[in-house]
């Protein structure tokens, strides 16, 4: 049965959620604060890098099951669910904003309909349930945890295949509700209380976090006694119990979650009166990955980067994506401006004028128009971010454009033999 849903906040997770809850027949109302980002998809466009969001939108605004509004209250107001997709960036000290998410409920409290859900999708520390309740300060509707588990780059994918669903409810009937949104999404179902919810949601990113730690952690070991990373990481991963998934070395885990997840969940950890130091390591882990990353650049120039050029390919933080928040990229770069490098830059998703978002975090690096253009007379090339398109270059002609054929594949993605034919100086992750 179609129901009536408004989304509040259009980011990657609001329209993911608002244009695959229209293909699956419902009516959405997305709603922002930001005039011009609801201005823009009112005439179609989309303001993100997502495979498959366009397509989704188009069909929904076409079948008139899909809008967008500046501003929440009249859409609330008749709606049967009210999704709450607002950030939950990480507060000063260390523990989850929920200021958005307050002034949402505030916002929209006094205008809902009696028995109206509404429901937490945004990332929200144990308790925040309680939170919403009384921000909203009505006894006569439901609030209900319903965590989202998508990735960026197959956000559309993986909210209608998902792993699971969980709600986390106190209602039983406000959880059959919230539940029956997603008939024809083939899942498994996990209905329990608001805080197992909660927890589900940041276990399950602190986890992931830990992994790809654990590897990077394991690369540096390799380096150390001449093992092969890229090998290791086969034989580990044909074991069931730990499978493929999350073991590539790389850069160092980032991006607008992993980073505030974990260091929201050592926090709620320590308000709980438990010293997480297993998650305090995997960050601990991370920061140093960005250090050596940054370190076999300048190994690789002689021991000292100042003045020199440095082609970065990739800004992003991870690939198919145009997401630069807390990319470890930017993080090594920084690194290396720190030391005087000069930084020439390549992303596919970055071009110029930039956007004022990209503006702000991009500042002082050149921005090249394609990856040979980002590598003419630098001293090293240091890749950053697996976009596919960087494996099938013309590699000569890097070379020719390169003051000295020196890369660091900070993916292990490029084809090392090949690259050391062609006379490079090659340095991988976890493989020398
Ligand atoms: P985002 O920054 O891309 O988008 C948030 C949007 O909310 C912005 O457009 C902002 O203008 C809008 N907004 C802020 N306050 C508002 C208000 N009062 N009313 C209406 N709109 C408002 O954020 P995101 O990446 O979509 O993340 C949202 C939440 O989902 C976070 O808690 C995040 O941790 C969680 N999450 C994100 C991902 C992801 O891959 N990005 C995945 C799972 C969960
Ligand atoms: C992650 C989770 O995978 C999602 O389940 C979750 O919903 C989301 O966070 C969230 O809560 O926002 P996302 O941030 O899109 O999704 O990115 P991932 O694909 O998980 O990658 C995170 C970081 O780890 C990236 O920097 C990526 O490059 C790095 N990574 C990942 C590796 O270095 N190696 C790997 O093997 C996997």
Excluded at 105 to 124: C, D, F, R, W
Aim: aromatic share 6%; net charge negative.
């Amino acid at each position: 049965m179609a129901s009536r849903i408004t989304i509040v906040g259009c980011g990657y997770v609001g329209l993911t959620t608002g244009a695959c809850f229209s293909s699956l027949g419902h009516e959405v109302t997305c709603t922002d604060v930001d005039a011009d980002r609801v201005e823009l998809l009112n005439r179609g466009e989309v303001p993100i890098l997502e495979a498959g969001l366009d397509n989704l939108l188009r069909e929904g605004i076409n079948g008139g099951r899909l809008k967008f509004e500046l501003g929440s209250i009249e859409a609330a107001s008749q709606s049967e669910f009210v999704y709450l997709c607002v950030p939950t960036p990480q507060g000063l000290d260390g523990s989850a904003d929920l200021s958005y998410i307050e002034a949402a409920a505030n916002e929209i409290g006094p205008h809902l309909q009696p028995e109206t859900i509404v429901v937490n999708k945004s990332t929200v520390p144990v308790g925040s349930t309680r939170v919403v309740e009384q921000a909203l300060g009505r006894s006569d509707v439901y609030v209900v945890s319903n965590p989202e588990f998508l990735r960026e780059g197959s956000a559309v994918h993986d909210f209608l295949h998902p792993d699971r669903i969980v709600i986390g409810a106190d209602d039983q009937s406000a959880a059959v509700r919230v539940a029956s949104l997603y008939l024809g999404v083939a899942a498994p179902l996990i209905v329990t209380d608001p805080p197992s919810a909660e927890l589900i949601k940041y276990a399950s990113n602190a986890f992931l976090a830990t992994k790809v730690s654990f590897v990077n952690a394991v690369a540096a070991v390799c380096e150390a006694v001449g093992a092969d990373m890229n090998d290791v990481v086969l034989g580990m991963g044909y074991d069931k119990r730990i499978g493929h998934e999350f073991l590539r070395p790389g850069p160092g885990w980032g991006g607008s979650c992993f980073p505030k997840d974990s260091r929201a969940l050592i926090r709620i950890a320590e308000d709980a009166g438990y010293d997480f130091d297993l998650l305090e390591g995997v960050v601990g882990v991370n920061e140093e990955q960005f250090d050596r990353v940054a370190a076999k650049a300048i190994e690789l120039v002689g021991g000292s980067i100042d003045g020199k050029l440095v082609a970065v390919w990739g800004l992003t933080f991870k690939a198919r994506t145009d997401d630069l928040r807390d990319s470890p990229s930017l993080e090594i770069v920084r690194r290396l401006k720190e030391r005087g490098a000069r930084i020439s830059a390549f992303d596919p998703s970055v071009s110029m004028p930039l956007s004022p978002r990209a503006a702000s975090v991009l500042e002082g690096i050149d921005i090249a128009v394609d990856p040979y253009a980002a590598c003419i007379d630098a001293e090293v090339l240091v890749v950053l971010t697996e976009w596919d398109e960087f494996k099938w270059l013309d590699f000569d002609k890097v070379a020719s454009v390169l003051a000295q054929p020196r890369v660091v594949d900070g993916r292990n993605i490029l084809d090392r033999e090949s690259l050391r034919l062609r006379g490079f100086d090659y340095r991988g992750i976890g493989r020398t």
